[in-house]
């Protein structure tokens, strides 16, 4: 089977009822977003961090996985899938999805603020000022922050440069680090973007636009894969 990689941005999860800071100028469920995202955040007002988070892990708790989602777990019987995504939602995996590797994180795990490699999955739903790690160290939001090194970037470019077909949906490739992945695809890659916006695509690559929201683009892709399918 041939290697699949699909690479998604926030447009899969919007689907899904989950917003993001890009819909509102900066303003995140009327937070902004200075304020609950960078490490210097952290540093000022952990409480105020801490509560933002705790409230986007129950939305994502109330969410449920969206066509876009299922179709891609679906690919899975057909070929050989990877998922990277930009999103801290677990909606890949609650629509069957394996392989997936989440480049900014995981709003259902907690971190130790000493010891990047001491994870923990959140139980109760919250973390609260006072929990700390094995290692005596207050716990943090398992995400990446404005600011912060992307660890998984480099898994991501080897993940990228095995693919023979690539699906890019949901993001507008604007956003670096991340957006500098379709760059590490091989010269006969089969490149497909689905976004309702203007993506900037980089010239050098041939790559087919569909201008559509996630769930029709994956339909219309998933055709067109079952088409050279035969």
């Not at 999805?97 to 603020?113: D, F, I, P």
């Amino acid at each position: 089977m041939k290697n699949l990689v699909v690479f998604t941005g926030a447009g899969v999860s919007a689907e899904s009822g989950i917003r993001t800071f890009r819909d509102s100028d900066g303003l995140w469920e009327q937070y902004n977003i200075m304020d609950v995202a960078t490490p210097e955040a952290w540093k000022r007002q952990p409480e105020v961090v801490l509560e933002f988070y705790n409230a986007r892990r129950k939305q994502v708790l109330k969410a449920q996985p969206n066509l876009a989602h299922k179709i891609i777990a679906q690919l899975a019987s057909l070929y050989n899938v990877s998922i990277i995504t930009q999103n801290i939602d677990d909606l890949h995996e609650r629509a069957g999805s394996k392989n997936v590797l989440h480049l900014h994180g995981e709003v259902n795990k907690a971190r130790s603020c000493v010891d990047y490699n001491l994870l923990y999955d959140i139980t109760d739903g919250e973390i609260k000022w006072g929990d700390l790690c094995e290692r005596g160290s207050q716990l943090r939001p398992h995400v990446v922050w404005f600011g912060e090194a992307v660890p998984a970037m480099i898994p991501a470019e080897e993940i990228v440069s095995s693919a023979e077909i690539l699906i890019v949906v949901g993001t507008s490739l604007n956003v670096y680090p991340a957006a500098g992945l379709v760059s590490c695809t091989r010269r006969n890659c089969e490149i497909y973007l689905i976004d309702p916006g203007e993506p900037l695509i980089p010239h050098y690559l041939k790559i087919t636009w569909l201008k559509e929201n996630a769930s029709t683009g994956m339909k219309k892709v998933q055709a067109l894969l079952s088409k050279s399918l035969g």
